[in-house]
């Protein structure tokens, strides 16, 4: 008997990215990343707000300059 090619250990089921309805398997991919990307913007967010608020406006700008680079 053959082992299951799509699956792996450690996860029990793999999404198979070539094969199927793109439309889900897009979906499915891209999830992750979205969520990950949302929560990095919120911390840039707060971030900013509690160094504008509580350091004054040249930490800000340094905080603004350095947000391209960690993005």
Request: cysteine-free; proline content about 4%.
């Amino acid at each position: 008997m053959k082992p299951d090619m799509n699956r792996t250990k450690s996860q029990g089921t793999a999404v198979d990215l070539i094969g199927g309805p793109i439309m889900k398997n897009l979906l499915i991919f891209m999830l992750p990343i979205l969520i990950s990307y949302v929560f990095q913007q919120l911390y840039n967010a707060v971030d900013t707000a509690i160094v504008g608020h509580y350091l004054g406006e040249q930490s800000l700008a340094a905080v603004g300059a350095n947000v391209a680079i960690l993005t």
